[in-house]
């Protein structure tokens, strides 16, 4: 079985800090996993994904996920917080079946 | 390319009242997913489709919840009747199955019924 688990439902971070949202997932096999964001009154918009390549996955605005297979870890960062990524985040495995389970998302604050 | 579609972007309705919320996804792409989302809940997966055909509709809340998608450019989900804690937003979302391919979200359609 598939599942998702967001650690965090809010993350607060000052404006050029480092953002850390975490992830981590059970699956029976090799997994697709990919973040989106949400932001206010807004569609889903992928950020990035992991397809069993790079363990080390970059995405747009600067995001990067890694992952990590003995710990089913899956964790978002950014080096510095803009005022523009203050959003919601969901981490999302994907099986065999052409599922997708979203995890139930982080809000992010980033304070100026 | 135009990404995936829907409309209306917002809908205000009755109680009572027959709703019909409408998705066009990316051309190419064979898999459809309605989705809805609400504070209380989060986001629902409702149901997809494969090629055109339901694969699970486990989601659905209740018998007045219908999806079809009739061709690979269009579908529709429709709520009769409607009830209040129907207001939500639904979102559609289209992809390619197989490999990893990721989802593409619509900007969703905002329900209020009162």
């Known amino acids: 079985a598939q599942s998702v688990t967001q650690l965090d439902s809010h993350v607060s971070v000052s404006e050029g800090t480092p953002v850390l949202l975490r992830c981590n997932y059970s699956s029976s096999y090799s997994p697709s996993l990919f973040w989106y964001v949400q932001h206010p009154n807004k569609g889903l918009q992928l950020l990035l994904k992991y397809t069993s390549a790079a363990t080390l996955v970059k995405g747009i605005n600067g995001f990067e996920a890694e992952f990590k297979k003995s710990e089913t870890s899956f964790h978002l960062t950014k080096p510095s917080a803009h005022m523009s990524d203050a959003a919601e985040y969901f981490c999302?495995?994907?099986?065999?079946?052409?599922?997708?389970?979203f995890g139930t998302g982080t809000s992010l604050t980033v304070i100026p | 390319d135009a990404g995936v579609i829907q409309s209306p972007r917002h809908e205000v309705t009755e109680m009572g009242q027959e709703v019909t919320l409408r998705c066009k996804p990316i051309s190419g792409h064979n898999s459809l997913f309605w989705y809805r989302q609400t504070m209380m809940r989060g986001l629902e997966l409702l149901i997809y489709?494969?090629?055109?055909?339901?694969?699970?509709d486990s989601g659905m809340p209740e018998d007045r919840f219908s999806a079809k998608m009739p061709n690979a450019s269009f579908s529709t989900l429709k709520i009769q009747p409607s009830e209040p804690r129907d207001s939500a937003v639904y979102f559609c979302?289209?992809?390619?199955?197989?490999?990893?391919?990721?989802?593409?979200f619509g900007p969703g359609t905002r329900l209020t019924v009162t």
């Open positions: 999302v495995v994907r099986n065999t079946g052409n599922q997708f389970y």
């Open positions: 489709f494969n090629n055109n055909v339901p694969i699970d």
């Open positions: 979302a289209s992809s390619i199955p197989g490999g990893a391919y990721e989802q593409y």
